[in-house]
């Protein structure tokens, strides 16, 4: 989603020491010359200096110019990184990003309802609105490759899975009054294993 000038764009933009650090590791993994293979990775930077300082993620046009500098790239190269990818928004969004992946998996699965119950409970009526409140942006993605743990619901860099309408609005509850739930499966599966925990290993051999 590219920047609009309705955005209301910050007027500079500085690295500050814990970007600062970041950004050093970040360019020390590439050979000399090459450090614009850094640029995903530096955008995430930016978007967390962002969400540091305002309580919004996002990616100004000042921080792509300060990242196209450290890099040593025209910053025409960072902005198409930028807007090609859905994980760097362009614009200011709610305290929390609600990414709903409704791709067929999830669909099968009940994504459906989790659509609903995030309506419902954050007031939102379509995509890439943000709450009333400013707590939530909702935005619809495509697979975020959590298929086997179905539907699942991407807050910030967060995923939570096996969700149902249920479990979704104690998710955003939880939210709201500033909890952070932990992040995985929501009915407690071990990774990627069955319902109901594994149908093998289910004692130790003998020795």
Not at 6 to 15: D, M, R, S, Y
Not at 22 to 39: D, F, H, N
Not at 156 to 172: I, K, M, P, S, V
């Amino acid at each position: 989603m590219a920047a609009s000038s309705t955005v209301e764009q910050p007027t500079e933009f500085a690295f500050d020491a814990q970007s600062e650090a970041e950004l050093a590791t970040l360019i020390a993994r590439y050979p000399a010359g090459k450090q614009a293979s850094a640029v995903i990775p530096g955008l995430y930077v930016v978007q967390h200096q962002m969400k540091r300082a305002t309580g919004s993620a996002w990616v100004p046009v000042k921080g792509m110019d300060a990242l196209a500098e450290k890099l040593g790239m025209a910053p025409i190269r960072v902005y198409e990184v930028a807007t090609f990818y859905y994980m760097f928004n362009m614009a200011a969004i709610g305290k929390y990003h609600l990414q709903v992946c409704t791709t067929t998996p999830c669909w099968l699965r009940g994504s459906d309802e989790i659509v609903e119950a995030c309506r419902k409970e954050t007031g939102i009526k379509g995509w890439k609105e943000t709450s009333a409140d400013g707590m939530f942006t909702m935005t619809e993605v495509e697979c975020v490759g959590a298929c086997v743990n179905a539907p699942v619901l991407q807050v910030d860099d967060d995923f939570y899975e096996d969700l149902n309408g249920e479990r979704t609005t104690a998710l955003l509850a939880a939210l709201r009054r500033g909890e952070k739930p932990p992040r995985g499966s929501t009915i407690g599966r071990q990774n990627a294993a069955p319902e109901g925990g594994s149908p093998t290993l289910q004692f130790a051999p003998e020795a």
